[in-house]
């Protein structure tokens, strides 16, 4: 059994509050990294059937900024991973970015953001959740405004 911790750990990270796991990789939420809360997840992989594991990337958003708590949630599929953020401190509504590998997880490049069509700043409290399967993204928010 391993204990894994990022290489860049601060103070309140939060690092392990969501995980998500698909064959060797491991994708870890730290919501709390860096200075206001930005967040990051960090990519993981074993060779040895999980004996060790080894931090191959951490994931940041090109537009993160304080108080968007990347890494609420996490999600995995094959070469692409789902990071929930829920941005009510930067007065946002919760999003989720994508990331894909295309050279065996050795990078991972952000392709996409996504949010809610009828999306607004008071739907971002708590909670955003994350899944993914194949080509299907689903977000989760139970705090949605309009209840629905």
Do not use: C
């Not at 894994?4 to 919501?31: C, E, K, P, R």
């Not at 940041?60 to 900024?65: K, L, M, N």
């Amino acid at each position: 059994m391993a204990k894994l911790t990022q290489a860049d750990a601060t103070g309140w990270d939060n690092f392990g509050y969501s995980l998500a796991i698909d064959g060797d990789t491991l994708v870890i939420g730290a919501f709390g990294h860096s200075a206001g809360h930005i967040g990051a997840a960090y990519i993981f992989r074993t060779s040895d059937s999980g004996a060790t594991y080894d931090q191959v990337a951490k994931l940041t958003a090109a537009d993160g900024v304080a108080g968007d708590n990347i890494g609420w949630s996490v999600a995995i599929d094959g070469a692409t991973v789902v990071v929930g953020a829920v941005q009510k401190d930067s007065g946002g509504s919760s999003v989720a970015y994508v990331f894909r590998t295309s050279d065996g997880g050795a990078t991972y490049n952000q392709v996409a953001k996504l949010t809610a069509g009828d999306a607004t700043s008071e739907d971002g409290y708590p909670d955003i959740f994350v899944a993914i399967d194949g080509d299907t993204i689903v977000m989760g928010n139970p705090f949605d405004d309009d209840g629905v």
